[in-house]
């Protein structure tokens, strides 16, 4: 196929504005699927075959952006397509950034105007203000109905411009998607840049230096259809002997081994950004989960696994997501398909320690928190990571998301109207504050109509601190956290009060049991920082009333049963022998 004659473009939408919708339409005027079969959401189903991962990659969600840019620039342009009813939201605002800042032509297309509560003149002013498009002649498109639909392609070979790449220059080939397959193993989505990639030819990996050789390798028509090779300006799939989706790194660049050639800019390798400890409820399960792990871990390149051990709940792995969103899915996935029962502790996102004599080192658990006499003498600071939020949000709920945002230690950098109903905010924020129920907490403030996304913002000086939490006097390492200062006490006391508070709870919360009964003694917990106690709570001892069996008369007797009981206390005591079950973990940090 010319160069000239290919477009390679991609959808950029909210989720449910209709990427897959219109691409279902586009296939079919395509003629690539027929129109009269029940191929109702080809695309969904084809992701939906493969893996959930893969799907909530589709759907853009902000844990993903990285590889969303790098499925943008495999293409020369994209389609943004707006509801015009909700109309625009912050997942096309920050897609549209990424694909501008990509130089990538952008159509903007306005879908679902067959909705009675479609208002396309509001929606286009939305368009022409915020992205400075030339709205004049927008398709006004139903992707269910069809109506307009013809009018996109026409646009995209007049306004994208076809790929430019040479036949005849060295093997240039980017990769930008990829998933397990059972049968094949990992499938890869590649762009040809530049040459000419055939069956049978061996590649290397810019940036891994691995070997590999072409098994089978074709176009996505849409299922897979071999053509035995891809040229310069295609986009395609190619099979080769990766046996995980860790060794397909999202943004590498392969070329034929005999000619090397400069990868392609913008490959950033797979950067977990929220780390937590899981570990079985069971701890004879163990072997059982670590299979499932790897076996999870297989066809997702992006979690990062270490094994971990802690003194509360035993074995167990720190794992690395993308974000919060991917690690429940992680968690779902591992509890749905491997039945697993799993405590995840509270995520932690990266800190960054820097040194006196310049060092730096990533800090992902609670546990390799400096100490306080490294503190005062190698370190120079501690930092944490930030991100740029972005929310819009009809105008009535805004003051109740900016107290939101606020107390998340949010700074606002932005404050726009998108219309006259609807606002646009910017903060930078630290994403230790988005990781922990953001997303939640804003979409009850606003009745679900505030959406938001966000984008790295590198790492700023923070003050943060180590909270433990300590029952009869012992740290518990499973509930530590690192927090800023600012937050300490009202976190403290909060988390005090929920593990004495088994009764405002529905279930019995946080049972610190001894055997199966309740305590023969009294339980102080307590949050500290060092060794400065914070919030203190107690759970008072539960004298059982061993001597109501005695009727009256024999004093010795009496006398004798409470002194064993004092004494179980002493012993208990000293021993500190407090036997929290893992369930007691489960509940207090799924709860929180
Ligand atoms: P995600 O994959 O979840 O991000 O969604 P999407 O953007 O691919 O949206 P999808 O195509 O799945 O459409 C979401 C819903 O909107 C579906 O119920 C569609 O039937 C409906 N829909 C899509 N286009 C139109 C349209 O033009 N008019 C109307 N009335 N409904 C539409």
């Given at each position: 196929i010319p160069a000239e004659n290919i477009r390679n473009f991609s959808i950029i939408a909210h989720v449910d504005h209709g990427k897959s919708t219109l691409a279902d339409r586009l296939l079919e005027l395509t003629g690539t699927i027929n129109s009269h079969h029940s191929h109702s959401q080809v695309l969904d189903k084809l992701t939906v075959e493969r893996e959930r991962g893969i799907t909530i990659k589709a759907q853009g969600h902000v844990d993903f952006n990285y590889e969303v840019s790098r499925s943008l620039a495999a293409c020369q342009g994209t389609i943004l397509l707006v509801d015009a009813a909700q109309g625009l939201q912050a997942q096309t605002v920050a897609n549209f950034w990424l694909a501008y800042n990509q130089e990538l032509s952008i159509i903007p297309v306005v879908n679902k105007v067959d909705l009675p509560a479609a208002d396309v003149e509001r929606v286009t002013k939305q368009i022409q203000s915020t992205f400075e498009l030339d709205t004049t002649n927008i398709a006004l498109i139903s992707a269910k109905t069809g109506l307009n639909v013809d009018k996109i392609l026409p646009n995209v070979i007049e306004k994208i411009p076809h790929p430019t790449g040479d036949v005849n220059e060295s093997l240039k080939a980017f990769l930008f998607d990829s998933w397990y397959d059972t049968y094949v193993g990992v499938v890869c989505l590649m762009a040809i840049v530049n040459g000419k990639l055939q069956k049978g030819d061996k590649i290397v990996s810019a940036h891994s230096g691995n070997k590999y050789e072409v098994a089978d390798i074709g176009i996505m028509h849409p299922e897979q259809v071999p053509t035995g090779y891809l040229h310069a300006g295609q986009v395609g799939y190619v099979i080769c002997n990766m046996k995980a989706a860790a060794e397909a790194h999202i943004g590498d660049t392969f070329y034929h081994i005999k000619s090397p050639v400069d990868p392609l800019p913008g490959f950033e390798p797979a950067k977990p950004m929220v780390f937590a400890g899981i570990f079985p409820i069971d701890t004879n399960e163990f072997n059982k989960l670590d299979e499932s792990i790897a076996k999870l871990t297989l066809n997702d390149a992006s979690v990062s696994v270490q094994k971990e051990t802690s003194t509360a709940l035993g074995q167990g792995w720190r794992i690395g997501f993308l974000g919060t969103l991917h690690m429940d899915v992680f968690q779902q996935r591992l509890e749905e398909e491997y039945d697993a029962n799993v405590i995840i502790t509270q995520p932690t996102v990266p800190y960054k320690i820097i040194y006196r004599d310049g060092a730096s080192k990533l800090i992902?658990?609670?546990?390799e928190f400096p100490e306080s006499n490294e503190m005062t003498h190698k370190i120079i600071e501690l930092q944490e990571p930030m991100v740029m939020v972005t929310v819009i949000a009809p105008e009535e709920y805004i003051g109740s998301i900016m107290d939101l945002c606020g107390s998340r230690r949010g700074e606002q950098l932005e404050y726009n109207y998108l219309d006259e109903l609807r606002v646009i905010m910017r903060y930078s924020m630290p994403l230790a504050e988005i990781v922990t129920d953001f997303h939640d907490d804003l979409k009850s403030r606003s009745s679900g109509y505030a959406s938001f996304d966000y984008e790295d913002m590198g790492y700023q000086p923070s003050d943060i601190v180590k909270m433990n939490v300590l029952i009869n006097k012992k740290p518990v390492d499973a509930l530590a956290a690192i927090l800023h200062r600012s937050q300490v006490s009202s976190i403290g006391r909060e988390w005090a009060k929920k593990l004495n508070?088994?009764?405002?709870?529905?279930?019995?919360?946080?049972?610190?049991?001894?055997s199966s009964k309740r305590q023969l003694y009294e339980v102080v917990i307590q949050t500290a920082i060092g060794g400065k106690v914070v919030a203190r709570e107690t759970i008072p001892a539960m004298r059982k009333n061993v001597t109501a069996k005695c009727y009256g008369g024999d004093v010795t007797r009496k006398m004798k049963l409470l002194e064993k009981q004092k004494e179980g206390k002493k012993k208990m005591k000293m021993i500190g022998n407090i036997e929290l079950p893992q369930k007691a973990f489960y509940d207090f940090l799924s709860k929180r």
């Open positions: 992902r658990n609670p546990s508070n088994n009764k405002t709870k529905t279930k019995n919360y946080f049972y610190l049991k001894i």
